[in-house]
């Protein structure tokens, strides 16, 4: 079975930490592109690096839901 890699870590408190810069995520602006399609979203990011947390129930719900309805029109 693979090893899942985490570029955050999560404290006690539920607060996310971007493992290669140290410092906690940020609630910031993000857009999911998809098929010509662009949806604007605030999710938790790194202000040193750009990285962005998607959470999975984000990324296999709502995120799939639109994928899906795109590719059927």
Same mark, same amino acid.
């Given at each position: 079975m693979a090893e899942k890699k985490n570029n955050y870590t999560v404290d006690p408190g539920?607060?996310?930490?971007c493992k290669?810069?140290?410092v906690l995520l940020v609630k910031g602006s993000a857009t999911f592109s998809y098929?010509?399609?662009?949806?604007p979203v605030?999710? !938790?990011v790194? !202000?040193?690096?750009?990285?962005?947390y998607v959470p999975?129930?984000?990324?296999?719900?709502k995120v799939?839901?639109?994928?899906?309805?795109?590719e059927d029109k």
């Open positions: 539920g607060r996310f930490t290669k810069c140290g098929l010509d399609n662009a949806f605030e999710l !938790p790194c !202000p040193g690096c750009g990285f962005i999975e129930d984000l990324a296999r719900g799939l839901d639109v994928e899906r309805e795109l």
